[in-house]
């Protein structure tokens, strides 16, 4: 996660995080990034179920129920255990969360515990009451799932009206005082959309938007000929910054982050030294904290039957289950040799990103794309666009001298 806004138009400085001792415990949600403990913040899709059929939906989502999903009791005792551990956020998803009617009991439990709850959704069930409610227990923030205008986000749905549901959705969530963003995942169909997007976020009063790069898991598998070539996502990412500096400067500031592909920050960092040489530095200190690509250490991921994945794109691996063991436990067994290289990937990494000078920012991208092209977990990921002269082929840690 590269939080464009944070870095580019300084609205975060290294001093900021250090106030709090980078102790993920005790900073706010917009620093997370940046703790030097790396607890995780987990993923539980509690629901595999959903009442949209969207084209790239790395969950395989039904509308249907499904019969292993964990109980509200085995829930409260995942909560408990994940509070104990220290995880600072539960990520509630799917499937769509909103369908699993004990949702908003969980959240609320999640609270009582100490934790921050957010959840994920397409927005489309929540209604005022339900908005009233997820305000009431206390929860933090709602990311809404929108992957276009109306035409182009009802065919990623594949339900019409399903654009026009989640805009009331965001409206519902704004008069109940719920801080709401937007979640965009990128791709050929729909990158001509970025513009329109920024302008629904001004026009709404938006307050936050996360532009995902495709990540190759579930139906979203098949979409790996969709993706961008490096070019046109170095085109995307630009537009993006544009955007976030436009606003910024209009006085209409947005929190504004890329997700799933952590070359962002080095393209980040590398523009802004040739813009910014001073605010460079402090770009690159913090992008030094951030530590990339984080699955299995900083982000984990349950399953709605208790499978506990590296991130939740990573399903067809399971480390355990919370139903045998704590989910701190299975978290924490580096037995497991998948695992234990995970907490240390950036030693098994080859290719281009074993001697990419940005490894220590970067930590080698995501695996799991890596894996659904070559068949390999540690070869270089097919996403990385940063051309060859850019991570000069030197694995010693950058520094603004060096550049």
Same mark, same amino acid.
């Given at each position: 996660?590269?939080?464009?806004?944070?870095?580019?138009?300084?609205?975060?400085?290294?001093?900021?995080?250090?106030?709090?001792?980078? @102790?993920?415990?005790?900073?706010?949600?917009?620093?997370?990034?940046?703790?030097?403990?790396?607890?995780?913040?987990?993923?539980? &899709?509690?629901?595999?179920?959903?009442?949209? %059929?969207?084209?790239?939906?790395?969950?395989? $989502?039904?509308?249907?129920?499904?019969? @292993?999903?964990?109980?509200?009791?085995? =829930?409260?005792?995942?909560?408990?255990?994940?509070?104990?551990?220290?995880?600072?956020?539960?990520?509630?998803?799917?499937?769509?969360?909103?369908?699993?009617?004990?949702?908003?009991?969980?959240? $609320?439990?999640?609270?009582?515990?100490?934790?921050?709850?957010?959840?994920?959704?397409? =927005?489309?069930?929540?209604?005022?009451? +339900?908005?009233?409610?997820?305000?009431?227990?206390?929860?933090?923030?709602? =990311?809404?799932?929108?992957?276009? +205008?109306?035409?182009? &986000?009802?065919?990623?749905? $594949?339900?019409?009206?399903?654009?026009?549901?989640?805009?009331?959705?965001?409206?519902?969530? #704004?008069?109940?005082?719920?801080?709401?963003?937007?979640?965009?995942?990128?791709?050929?169909?729909?990158? #001509?959309?970025?513009?329109?997007?920024?302008?629904?976020?001004?026009? +709404?009063?938006?307050?936050?938007?996360?532009?995902?790069?495709?990540?190759?898991?579930?139906?979203?598998?098949?979409?790996?000929?969709?993706?961008?070539?490096?070019?046109?996502?170095?085109?995307?990412?630009?537009?993006?910054?544009?955007?976030?500096?436009?606003?910024?400067? #209009?006085?209409?500031?947005?929190?504004?982050?890329?997700?799933?592909?952590?070359? @962002?920050?080095?393209?980040?960092?590398?523009?802004?030294?040739?813009?910014?040489?001073? %605010?460079?530095?402090?770009?690159?200190?913090?992008?030094?904290? /951030?530590?990339?690509?984080?699955?299995?250490?900083?982000?984990?991921?349950?399953?709605? @039957?208790?499978?506990? *994945?590296?991130?939740?794109?990573?399903? *067809?691996?399971?480390?355990?289950?919370? %139903?045998?063991?704590?989910?701190?436990?299975?978290?924490?067994?580096?037995? /497991?040799?998948? +695992?234990?290289?995970?907490?240390?990937?950036?030693? *098994?990494?080859?290719? %281009?990103?074993?001697?990419?000078?940005?490894?220590?920012?970067?930590?080698? /991208?995501?695996?799991?794309?890596?894996?659904?092209?070559?068949?390999?977990?540690?070869?270089?990921?097919?996403?990385?666009?940063?051309?060859?002269?850019?991570?000069?082929?030197?694995?010693?840690?950058?520094?603004?001298?060096?550049?």
């Amino acid at each position: 996660m590269i939080g464009i806004s944070k870095l580019y138009c300084g609205t975060v400085e290294p001093s900021d995080a250090l106030r709090y001792g980078r @102790d993920s415990s005790q900073l706010p949600s917009h620093l997370l990034q940046f703790s030097a403990d790396k607890k995780p913040v987990v993923v539980w &899709n509690v629901t595999r179920r959903c009442n949209l %059929r969207c084209v790239h939906c790395y969950a395989h $989502a039904q509308d249907q129920a499904q019969a @292993d999903e964990l109980t509200f009791a085995q =829930g409260q005792a995942l909560i408990d255990d994940l509070s104990g551990f220290g995880v600072p956020v539960v990520l509630f998803s799917g499937g769509e969360p909103l369908v699993r009617k004990d949702l908003p009991d969980l959240a $609320a439990y999640a609270v009582s515990k100490g934790m921050r709850a957010v959840i994920s959704t397409n =927005g489309t069930l929540i209604t005022e009451k +339900m908005a009233r409610r997820l305000k009431a227990i206390g929860l933090s923030y709602v =990311g809404i799932s929108i992957d276009g +205008m109306e035409a182009v &986000n009802d065919r990623f749905r $594949a339900v019409p009206g399903a654009f026009r549901a989640a805009l009331d959705g965001i409206r519902n969530c #704004q008069t109940a005082g719920i801080k709401v963003g937007l979640r965009f995942t990128i791709n050929r169909f729909n990158v #001509q959309e970025i513009p329109s997007i920024f302008q629904l976020i001004e026009d +709404m009063d938006i307050p936050r938007v996360c532009f995902y790069h495709l990540v190759y898991a579930g139906r979203g598998s098949k979409l790996v000929q969709e993706d961008l070539s490096a070019a046109e996502t170095r085109r995307a990412v630009d537009l993006i910054i544009d955007h976030t500096r436009r606003l910024h400067d #209009q006085g209409k500031p947005k929190e504004v982050l890329t997700v799933d592909n952590h070359a @962002d920050g080095p393209y980040l960092y590398l523009r802004m030294l040739k813009e910014n040489p001073e %605010r460079a530095k402090q770009v690159l200190e913090l992008l030094q904290w /951030n530590e990339g690509n984080s699955s299995g250490r900083g982000i984990g991921c349950v399953s709605w @039957d208790g499978a506990v *994945h590296a991130d939740q794109f990573w399903r *067809h691996y399971s480390f355990g289950n919370v %139903r045998q063991r704590p989910f701190s436990e299975i978290w924490m067994d580096t037995s /497991n040799p998948l +695992m234990a290289q995970l907490k240390e990937k950036k030693q *098994h990494v080859k290719g %281009r990103c074993a001697e990419c000078r940005w490894l220590d920012v970067c930590a080698g /991208n995501f695996r799991v794309r890596s894996e659904a092209v070559t068949g390999d977990i540690w070869a270089p990921d097919p996403a990385c666009y940063l051309m060859d002269e850019e991570i000069a082929l030197t694995h010693t840690p950058p520094n603004c001298e060096q550049i």
